[in-house]
């Protein structure tokens, strides 16, 4: 079922659903990669306008499209300048990430050993994306921060997860960094228009 319709919409989910009939979570992922940076750089979808408007307080989420058959959800984040995310998992389902346009800051973190209940944390990667680049989270390798680090360029990317993402682990900082207090985090969606 679809939630909102744009320009190239029906190309973007016969891609999608292509991918998807690969059946591997790695073949998956790698085709959704290929086939979302295609589409970014040939400018055959055109999201619509609303997904290029920041919130002020929050990066936004907007649900473009749940698939009723596989089960996948297409998301737009929209990135203000500065805004970003604190380490946080995908409750174990993989996603493909795609930038559309501005430019984000993605840091991917290996898990240590707990230590009396609280998380550790070790970065272990950083890229700097630009439209037209895709990357890919599969668990349990799925800790990540997104940010835009633009002080005053909005930026936009395209999500694909699994399923729908409803909530998250969100990892809390303690004793200056080394150690992160994992809580849950219901994630609601913004308008859209």
């Not at 940076?37 to 929050?58: G, M, N, T, W």
């Not at 698939?67 to 297409?74: L, M």
Request: proline share 6%.
């Amino acid at each position: 079922m679809s939630t909102l319709e744009f320009p190239g919409y029906r190309k973007l989910i016969d891609t999608i659903d292509a991918a998807v009939a690969e059946g591997s979570t790695h073949a998956i992922t790698d085709s959704l990669r290929h086939g979302l940076c295609q589409l970014i750089r040939s400018k055959e979808v055109l999201l619509p306008d609303c997904v290029f408007e920041a919130a002020a307080d929050h990066y936004a989420r907007r649900e473009l499209y749940h698939s009723e058959e596989h089960g996948y959800c297409v998301v737009a984040m929209t990135w203000g300048p500065g805004q970003g995310t604190p380490i946080h998992d995908h409750s174990g389902m993989w996603c493909v990430e795609g930038v559309w346009s501005g430019e984000l800051e993605v840091v991917q973190y290996q898990q240590l050993n707990d230590k009396d209940g609280q998380w550790r944390f070790q970065p272990v990667g950083s890229i700097q994306a630009g439209p037209g680049s895709a990357g890919s989270l599969i668990p349990p390798h799925e800790y990540h921060t997104i940010r835009n680090p633009s002080t005053d360029a909005i930026a936009v990317s395209l999500h694909i997860y699994s399923g729908q993402m409803t909530q998250c682990a969100v990892f809390k900082p303690l004793e200056e960094n080394l150690c992160y207090e994992r809580q849950e985090r219901k994630l609601g969606l913004d308008p859209i228009h």
